[in-house]
């Protein structure tokens, strides 16, 4: 495999919502504040016990008349999400300097607007049929996120919805290097929405992964998961033509398959050490040169055993990682570009965020997990987002680097 | 971009693997549509085959074809799974559960409900532990899928491209009608610029289809968004020397695959 090094690529305008509140400012003052966005679940209908990563304002939340016809609650999130950060006043800027056409939008999203079906099967007629509200294109097609944001933004260049569970808003940033690697396109939307929904909530509860408490990554006592929401978007262009210095940049992406088992990850973390290995060889840098792993870290057993056996096989011994789940939950689909996010802020910032809730680290964990925020330059990242299917992947993100 | 495709696996009704397909597409027998028997893919561990979907199935008959016909091991090379519908059995089956009063989600229904799930138990059989992603694009799902694969070519491996799609069951198909089961997987190379023969794949402005001739696969060319690769297909199977093909790509556009 050809892991040479990538041409980087500048996120010129990025944003994301999630628990931790609407936009990028509001995620940094809750971090800085260690006020954490879990709360006991109200989600309605969902008689589970368990927290939950909720976005405040969904429910009351309107798109406007000329976009209605898109109104889901993944939809909303994305929109909400969208009008935070001045990001909209970045997609106009892009869109007049390479042309509509020349702008791809590549999204990931594991149960796109599901909540509606949901909703809609709730409310069927006495013959079985789905209420006269109900849009299958226009809320639960996988290509309803990129098709939505296409309009919304008037950006009509190529365009895909990359659905691969967790993974999937990691997997995007991939996407569009290659993308426009190969001329297809000159700059690139990527991202991801999920949103709370039944099917995720009592999906991962009938596999027994879903925590009664906040959940604890790398904690001795962790038990499970937390589900959250976020919805998060950058721009990319290429570093060395924008003449952006300042923006989080994507140094190195790698991607692998775990071949073990559809919901339990390979136990060695074979697959994620691929991926992190793949990751820094396109990114030309030494495991030393990266400052903090932002863990996928969920905050099951398995998975968060599982990965720091990567993490040591990759990186040695006392790696400094850290995961945010604590924080905003497991936002699935969404979690590779909630992660961009943080790492994000970590550089902007200084420093690195807690692992939160964690509180007495699992010895059989051997990274040197962050228990308080930690104040400190970051200028690279290793970003992690694993799914199931054994689908992994990785970012190397930088700023103030080449 | 210049890619070769080094072997090919198909299914539709009453067209079950790629050489009965080629001789129906390429004009030498005609076009009788019968219902797919239950496909059988080879590789899994019997636990893992039991759980698979009738869409699953589809999707994992024609890649083991394409496969087996593969001068390089599967455990070498990366996979994108392009489908426009997904598994809309198991969306119903859960949400017509969630729908009662204390739903019981069935766990493996569950991990078998995300897109990628095919491709996740495709690595597994094949013990790939190559990238392999799940991607889909409504109507222009194919041509998508098809550009997500040539550009993952160009990371030095032979990539797998495997399109699938059945129609929604009731009630969901409603406002998302769709005709037929068709599935194709496509082994694609990258090949250097200096070689004269292999596919282009350009861009271009406007909604133009090339169609097919055969009237019954044209009606499963458009009531199903893996089926839009048919033309591609026909032209592959001999009869479409030195034309240039239009797959509906997002909307305005169309793929143009060229140097057949």
């Given at each position: 495999m050809n892991n040479s090094p990538m041409r980087p690529l500048t996120a010129s305008a990025w944003t994301v919502t999630s628990a931790l509140g609407h936009g990028r400012s509001a995620a940094l003052e809750s971090l800085r504040n260690n006020r954490g966005g879990l709360t006991r679940c109200d989600y309605p209908?969902?008689?589970?016990?368990t927290w939950i990563g909720r976005v405040t304002g969904l429910e009351d939340y309107r798109l406007p008349g000329e976009l209605a016809?898109?109104?889901?609650r993944n939809n909303r999130l994305a929109h909400l999400a969208l009008n935070q950060d001045g990001f909209l006043d970045e997609c106009r800027r892009l869109r007049e300097r390479y042309g509509a056409e020349q702008v791809g939008v590549f999204l990931g999203t594991s149960?796109?607007?599901i909540e509606l079906t949901e909703r809609a099967y709730r409310e069927r007629?006495?013959?079985g049929e789905l209420p006269e509200w109900f849009s299958y294109s226009h809320s639960?097609?996988?290509?309803t996120l990129p098709a939505f944001l296409r309009t919304a933004l008037g950006l009509s260049g190529p365009a895909l919805a990359v659905s691969t569970a967790c993974s999937s808003s990691a997997k995007v940033f991939a996407t569009a290097a290659r993308y426009m690697q190969a001329g297809l396109c000159r700059a690139a939307l990527v991202g991801g929405v999920d949103s709370l929904c039944l099917m995720t909530l009592y999906g991962f509860h009938s596999l027994q992964?879903?925590?009664?408490?906040?959940c604890r990554p790398a904690d001795a006592e962790r038990d499970g998961i937390n589900l959250g929401e976020a919805a998060g978007f950058a721009l990319l262009e290429w570093s060395d033509a924008?003449?952006?210095?300042?923006s989080p940049m994507l140094l190195g992406f790698g991607e692998s398959g775990d071949a073990h088992h559809m919901s339990a990850p390979h136990p060695e973390g074979a697959g994620a050490a691929l991926a992190m290995q793949a990751a820094l060889d396109r990114s030309g840098?030494?495991?030393?040169?990266?400052?903090?792993v932002h863990l996928?870290?969920?905050?099951?057993p398995a998975n968060d055993q599982a990965e720091d056996l990567a993490v040591r096989r990759v990186?040695?011994?006392?790696?400094?990682s850290s995961s945010t789940k604590g924080w905003c939950?497991?936002?699935?689909?969404a979690a590779g570009i909630m992660g961009f996010g943080i790492a994000a802020l970590a550089m902007e910032h200084g420093f690195v965020p807690a692992s939160l809730n964690t509180h007495k680290v699992d010895p059989a964990i051997d990274a040197d997990i962050v228990l308080e925020n930690r104040e400190q330059p970051v200028s690279r990242v290793m970003v992690n987002a694993f799914g199931f299917g054994g689908s992994n992947a990785s970012l190397v993100v930088g700023r103030g680097v080449r | 971009m210049r890619l070769s495709v080094e072997s090919i696996g198909f299914a539709a009704p009453g067209l079950v693997g790629w050489p009965m397909a080629r001789e129906c597409l390429a004009g030498n027998t005609a076009y009788r549509p019968e219902p797919l028997p239950k496909l059988s893919p080879e590789g899994l561990p019997a636990n893992e085959r039991r759980r698979l979907s009738t869409t699953m199935r589809l999707a994992l008959a024609v890649a083991g074809e394409a496969q087996a016909g593969a001068p390089q091991s599967a455990r070498q090379t990366a996979t994108v799974f392009a489908s426009g519908n997904g598994d809309g059995d198991i969306i119903n089956a859960i949400c017509e559960e969630l729908a009662r009063p204390d739903p019981a989600v069935s766990p493996t229904q569950f991990h078998n409900s995300v897109h990628n799930a095919p491709a996740g138990y495709w690595s597994i059989a094949a013990r790939a532990m190559t990238p392999h992603t799940a991607v889909a694009a409504h109507d222009a799902t194919f041509a998508a899928g098809l550009l997500e694969a040539a550009t993952m070519t160009t990371d030095g491996m032979p990539v797998l491209l495997v399109a699938y799609d059945r129609p929604l069951p009731v009630p969901l198909n409603k406002t998302r009608p769709g005709h037929g089961e068709f599935a194709c997987a496509l082994l694609l190379n990258r090949q250097t610029?200096?070689?004269?023969s292999g596919l282009s794949l350009r861009i271009e402005s406007g909604d133009e289809e090339t169609t097919v001739a055969d009237p019954l696969l044209e009606e499963l060319r458009r009531g199903n968004p893996a089926a839009r690769a048919l033309p591609l297909l026909a032209a592959l199977a001999g009869?479409?020397?030195?034309t240039e093909i239009n797959l509906p790509y997002v909307d305005g556009k169309r793929l143009v695959v060229s140097g057949l």
């Open positions: 209908q969902a008689k589970l016990d016809e898109w109104d889901c149960t796109s607007g007629h006495d013959t639960q097609d996988m290509f992964l879903v925590s009664a408490a906040p924008c003449g952006d210095q300042d840098l030494k495991p030393a040169d990266v400052d903090w996928h870290g969920t905050g099951t990186f040695g011994p006392g790696q400094i939950g497991h936002t699935l689909g | 610029e200096a070689t004269p009869g479409g020397v030195g």
